[in-house]
């Protein structure tokens, strides 16, 4: 199946696996520190979403991305 976006992918995933393990948060890189599922992203994405909506003004078709990057990230 292909996904035209990362809200689709992630709608998908949050219905036919909601319960599954989508993200493990480790501490200095190792150590497990905790984790969401599937179901837990989509509805933290949702919330995300609903409350950046609520604070941009109205705009029919505008899209809006943002992301926070560690300090620590390598690429």
Same mark, same amino acid.
């Given at each position: 199946?292909?996904?035209?976006?990362?809200? +689709?992918?992630? /709608? $998908? =995933?949050? +219905?036919?696996?909601?319960?599954?393990? #989508? !993200? $493990?948060?480790l501490k200095?890189?190792?150590?497990?520190?905790? &984790?969401? $599922? !599937?179901?837990?992203?989509? /509805?933290?994405?949702?919330?995300?979403?609903?409350?950046? &909506?609520? /604070?941009?003004p109205e705009?029919?078709?505008?899209?809006?991305? #943002?992301? =926070?990057?560690?300090?620590?990230?390598?690429?």
């Amino acid at each position: 199946m292909t996904f035209s976006t990362l809200i +689709h992918l992630l /709608q $998908t =995933r949050a +219905h036919q696996q909601p319960n599954q393990i #989508a !993200y $493990t948060f480790l501490k200095n890189g190792k150590t497990p520190t905790s &984790q969401l $599922t !599937y179901r837990q992203l989509d /509805q933290k994405a949702k919330a995300i979403a609903a409350y950046l &909506q609520s /604070q941009l003004p109205e705009k029919n078709g505008s899209n809006f991305l #943002a992301f =926070r990057v560690s300090a620590k990230a390598k690429f």
